[in-house]
Nanobody, 113 residues
Framework: VQLQASGGGLVQAGGSLRLSCAAS??????????LGWYRQAPGKQRELVAT???????MYADSVKGRFTIFRDNAKKTVYLQMNNLKPEDTAVYYC??????WGQGTQVTVSS
């Protein structure tokens, strides 16, 4: 599976962004895998943000619970990350991920205070 992320940008604290990650490949294979988002801030290790299973069960890092929502549209072969009430500490490069160690290119999210 190949993944292509988009939707990053610059936003003020308290604002919202929606990231998208489009997948290529067999739709039935895509439907069977877990998908997710990671992020990496400057000088820090890459960390898990959210994942969603093939059965649409979502899991979130404590730091984003209640603010971020991950969802998938299998027909569009896309996974999304809706980010609300953004904070400066959310600033990072965000990467989409799929089971089997598939990674998309990063998309920069910058939150100004």
């Amino acid at each position: 599976v190949q993944l292509q992320a988009s939707g990053g940008g610059l936003v003020q604290a308290g604002g919202s962004l929606r990231l998208s990650c489009a997948a290529s490949g067999n739709i039935f294979s895509l439907m069977a895998i877990d998908l997710g988002w990671y992020r990496q801030a400057p000088g820090k290790q890459r960390e898990l943000v959210a994942t969603i299973t093939s059965g649409a069960r979502a899991m979130y890092a404590d730091s984003v619970k209640g603010r971020f929502t991950i969802f998938r549209d299998n027909a569009k072969k896309t996974v999304y990350l809706q980010m609300n009430n953004l904070k400066p500490e959310d600033t990072a490069v965000y990467y989409c991920w799929g089971t089997g160690d598939s990674w998309g290119q990063g998309t920069q999210v910058t939150v100004s205070s």
